[in-house]
């Protein structure tokens, strides 16, 4: 009996550290991450890297072609950047076609697109940002913090995302992960 009440106990007290210990590992996730670096080429073939735009707003897209909302946000995309371009902003859509430039290039003109398009056929941007689906779209500050991930289309264009990255734009970077209020999911 009192074996079996101690072991009630240990069994107790071990899930009791269990939870706990997944409590303080979830908390050390929460909140901005940094940004995984990368290099891809664009549609000209020359290599764009993220790290090399800190200092900026960046918005990174993942998409497809094949892919309805995808299709759907981009011209949003398109008058957002439009908007944004001359300023601490840039806006890299990540293409994870397997044919590449042979598919993406035709889109993209179609299309009117002027924001860089990038070429990641292997998909290993997507990979890296653990992205499961499209589009998948992650908002990094001036410090390479990854401060927001949209999961699914959105209207990029609308007044208050384009408020929320104003703001974003408008934070000076000096914080460790400054970040500005969300736009509507």
């Known amino acids: 009996m009192a074996n079996s009440r101690g072991l009630k106990v240990a069994v107790a007290a071990v899930a009791v550290g269990l939870a706990a210990a997944g409590g303080l590992l979830a908390l050390g996730h ?6 995984p670096d990368f290099a891809a080429p664009d549609l000209a073939g ?17 998409w ?22 001359d300023r601490d902003f840039q806006l890299l859509a990540v293409s994870q076609d397997e044919d590449g430039s042979k598919t993406v ?15 990641d ?9 653990g992205v499961w689906g499209y589009p998948e779209t992650f908002i990094i500050d001036r ?5 927001e991930r949209v999961i699914g ?14 703001a974003l734009i ?4 000096d914080g460790a992960n400054a970040s500005a209020p969300r736009g509507p999911s």
């Open 30 to 35: 929460r909140g901005p991450r940094l940004a």
């Open 46 to 62: 020359h290599a764009v890297r993220l790290s090399a735009l800190r200092g900026q707003v960046v918005v990174l897209n993942l």
């Open 64 to 85: 497809t072609t094949w892919c309805p909302p995808c299709r759907e946000e981009m011209p949003s995309m398109e008058r957002l950047y439009g908007q944004l371009r």
């Open 105 to 119: 290039e035709p889109f993209v003109r179609q299309l009117g697109i002027t924001f860089p398009v990038l070429l």
């Open 121 to 129: 056929p292997e998909r290993q941007v997507g990979e890296r940002y």
């Open 143 to 147: 410090n390479g913090y990854v401060v």
């Open 153 to 166: 289309p959105r209207d990029w264009a609308t007044p208050a995302q384009l408020a929320a990255l104003e």
């Open 170 to 173: 408008a934070a000076d970077g």
